[in-house]
C-alpha cells in the first residue's frame, strides 16, 4: 500500500498570506495525485488533479506541483473561505488501491 | 446541475446488514465510474469500492473485501453499496463519488451519509 504523508497536521496562517502544504508518498506515483479541499459538515471538493492542474472553477490563487513522491499545494493568497482541511490523494496503482494522507488543517492565525 | 445523493445509512448492529443508495442526477450516469469513500469520525479519507461503467468490474479495499459489495443500476441512475458483516471501524460518513473519464480521482461527491456500528 502506498502511504501519503501530509505536513503539517495544522498550519496556522493569516489572511492575505502564503500557505504551502506538503504531501509525500512511500514510493513513487508519477504526477498521479490530486488535492482535496473540505470544510466542516461538507463533502470534499477537488481542487487539484494530476499534481498541477486545477479542476474546473478553481481559483488561480490555488496551485499544486511535484512529481515522484513529494508534492506541494499552494495558496498565494488566503482568503477567508480557504480555511479549510485538506487532503491529497495518489491513483497511481491499477487494480486501484487509492489512498488519502490523513489531512492538513489550515486555520486563521 | 451535477448531484449525487445518498440514502439508507443509520443505525447497525455489529455484524448486521446496512445498504446504500447513491442516486445521481444531471449527467449520464452509465458513462462514469462510480466510487464509495468513506470518512471515520475525525479521520481521513478512505475508498472503499469503484465499480466500471456496466458493472462488469468492480474493486475494494483490502479491509472490506468479502463483507462489502458495490453495484449499480444504470437504468435507474443508482450506486448501491451493500454491507455484511459490520465492524465498529466500519463507523464513518459514506460519500459516493464520480470518477470522471478515463482518469482516476474524484470529481463530484456526495453529501455524504452517516453509518454507525454498535457494539
Known amino acids: 500500500e502506498i502511504v501519503l504523508t501530509q505536513s503539517p497536521a495544522t498550519l496556522s496562517v493569516s489572511p492575505g498570506e502564503r500557505a504551502t502544504l506538503s504531501c509525500r508518498a512511500s514510493q513513487s506515483v508519477n504526477s498521479d495525485v490530486a488535492w482535496y479541499q473540505q470544510k466542516p459538515g461538507q463533502a470534499p471538493r477537488l481542487l487539484i488533479y494530476g499534481a498541477s492542474t486545477r479542476a474546473t472553477g478553481i481559483p488561480v490563487r490555488f496551485s499544486g506541483s511535484g512529481s515522484g513522491t513529494e508534492f506541494t499545494l499552494t495558496i498565494s493568497s488566503l482568503q477567508s473561505e480557504d480555511f479549510a482541511v485538506y487532503h491529497c490523494?495518489?491513483?497511481?496503482?491499477?487494480?486501484?488501491?487509492?489512498?488519502f494522507g490523513q489531512g492538513t488543517k489550515l486555520e486563521i492565525k | 446541475e451535477v448531484q449525487l445523493m445518498e440514502s439508507g445509512g443509520g443505525l447497525a448492529q455489529r455484524g448486521g446488514s446496512l445498504r446504500l443508495s447513491c442516486a445521481a442526477s444531471?449527467?449520464?450516469?452509465?458513462?462514469?465510474?462510480m466510487n464509495w469513500v468513506r470518512q471515520a469520525p475525525g479521520k481521513g479519507l478512505e475508498w472503499v469500492a469503484n465499480i466500471r461503467q456496466g458493472g462488469s468490474e468492480r474493486f475494494y479495499v483490502d479491509s472490506v473485501k468479502g463483507r462489502f459489495t458495490i453495484s449499480r443500476d444504470n437504468a435507474k441512475n443508482s450506486l448501491y453499496l451493500q454491507m455484511d458483516s459490520l465492524r465498529a471501524e466500519d463507523t464513518a460518513v459514506y460519500y459516493c463519488?464520480?470518477?470522471?473519464?478515463?482518469?482516476?480521482?474524484?470529481?463530484?461527491w456526495g453529501q455524504g451519509i452517516l453509518v454507525t456500528v454498535s457494539s
Open positions: 463519488a464520480r470518477t470522471p473519464g478515463r482518469t482516476r480521482f474524484f470529481d463530484t
Open positions: 490523494q495518489q491513483y497511481n496503482k491499477w487494480p486501484p488501491q487509492y489512498t
Open positions: 444531471g449527467f449520464t450516469f452509465s458513462d462514469y465510474w
